[in-house]
């Protein structure tokens, strides 16, 4: 391809080297006419010229004839009859298709009348793991958009009717020439009369101004299964904002958070907690009493149990949310070294100490640290 000095700067408007391919022009000008597009800047001249300035470049550009025209002399002649979109190859074809969905909102072209289900609501809520492991039922506070009770969702005062839209016969829509450089573009929009519901209300019932719905604050009851865990969400069917134009309700959605407990650590469907023991009742063996969720268990430990030592309380874990039966509870073992004993207590153990050809002598931090080095 020959060099290119791009008099009339089309290359530099659309931000492509002079080599670009058909492609990566079109990509680059659905960019730039999606940023500049009086639309999306209202009440900014200078976007809305920048904006001319794209579309007369691809006009120009985006046609491979016109661009080898171009590139060739620097201008295009008007032997073709201008750069209409009605004149041969229409290079905005789809991509005004696209631009106008994108500005009519979520790339939807569903008529602002057209019955529409409610959208969902979230909302967090917190319970014990007592309360995961038995199930409860809690209210959560819910804002949320509801049929208008005095209206009955038709947005008119009580006694009188709703109106078909005259503009757009019903319909919601009306079509609209617009003008560019290049010609008329045709595009359906929401009519500016009814705002795109077909309907005109004269007059406006007094408790939802017209609107047919009104936020309302609700306490709504969730019932939380025994069982559930954090990250868990609840779904409460028809719980979230009021239909659109008769459609059904959304959606509820409740995230559950199971708060830590000062007792018990979950994994899964088990429990761990902790069962601390004096040192002679580990040498000696004993009954140790151990939390439960269902109250207080006895169990006893061997003789010669040690620190870390494990045990599990079969069924006696969580419940499982789906499918039936409990997870395990498994107690650790702690044996408390008391720090402070009596002269008596202390001779004792220094006894015991000597019986098992342990003897005790008192050393420095370093010195143990030797012994226990070799
Ligand atoms: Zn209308
Ligand atoms: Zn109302």
């Not at 959560?140 to 947005?155: A, F, H, I, L, P």
């Not at 969730?222 to 659109?244: H, K, Q, Y």
């Not at 207590?345 to 012994?371: N, Y």
Request: charged share 25%.
């Amino acid at each position: 391809m020959a060099a290119v000095d791009d008099p009339k700067g089309f290359y530099r408007l659309l931000e492509v080297p002079a080599g670009a391919s058909q492609d990566e022009i079109k990509k680059s000008y659905r960019k730039l006419a999606r940023m500049y597009h009086p639309d999306a800047n209202p009440g900014n001249p200078e976007a809305e010229e920048h904006f001319k300035l794209v579309n007369e470049a691809y006009a120009v550009l985006g046609d491979p004839e016109k661009r080898e025209q171009y590139n060739r002399f620097g201008t295009v002649g008007n032997g073709g009859g201008g750069y209409g979109p009605f004149s041969g190859q229409d290079p905005f074809g789809d991509i005004f298709g696209d631009l106008f969905d994108t500005f009519m909102g979520g790339g939807s072209r569903a008529r602002a009348n057209a019955p529409r289900q409610g959208s969902d609501l979230e909302v967090s809520l917190n319970v014990s793991l007592r309360e995961a492991a038995a199930g409860v039922t809690k209210k959560v506070n819910v804002t949320r958009r509801e049929r208008c009770e005095k209206c009955g969702g038709t947005g008119a005062e009580l006694g009188t009717n709703v109106e078909s839209c005259r503009d757009c016969g019903g319909r919601g829509q009306v079509e609209q020439a617009a003008r560019t450089p290049f010609g008329q573009f045709v595009t359906v929009v929401p009519c500016a009369r009814c705002g795109g519901t077909g309907r005109v209300i004269k007059s406006p019932c007094t408790e939802c101004r017209g609107e047919g719905q009104k936020r309302v604050k609700r306490e709504l009851e969730v019932r939380v299964p025994p069982g559930v865990d954090t990250g868990v969400r609840l779904r409460v069917n028809g719980g979230g904002e009021a239909g659109i134009n008769g459609g059904p309700p959304g959606d509820l959605y409740v995230h559950l958070e199971v708060e830590p407990d000062p007792l018990f650590i979950r994994d899964g469907n088990d429990l761990h907690t902790q069962s601390v023991v004096s040192f002679p009742q580990a040498v000696l063996g004993c009954q140790v009493e151990v939390s439960t969720l269902d109250g207080l268990e006895k169990k006893d430990l061997p003789a010669g149990t040690r620190p870390g030592d494990t045990f599990r309380l079969k069924g006696k874990g969580m419940p499982r949310l789906r499918g039936g039966g409990r997870g395990d509870l498994i107690v650790h073992v702690d044996v408390d070294v008391p720090k402070n004993l009596s002269e008596k207590a202390k001779r004792l153990v220094e006894d015991l100490a000597s019986e098992m050809g342990t003897p005790v002598q008192p050393a420095g931090f370093l010195d143990r640290l030797k012994t226990w080095l070799s």
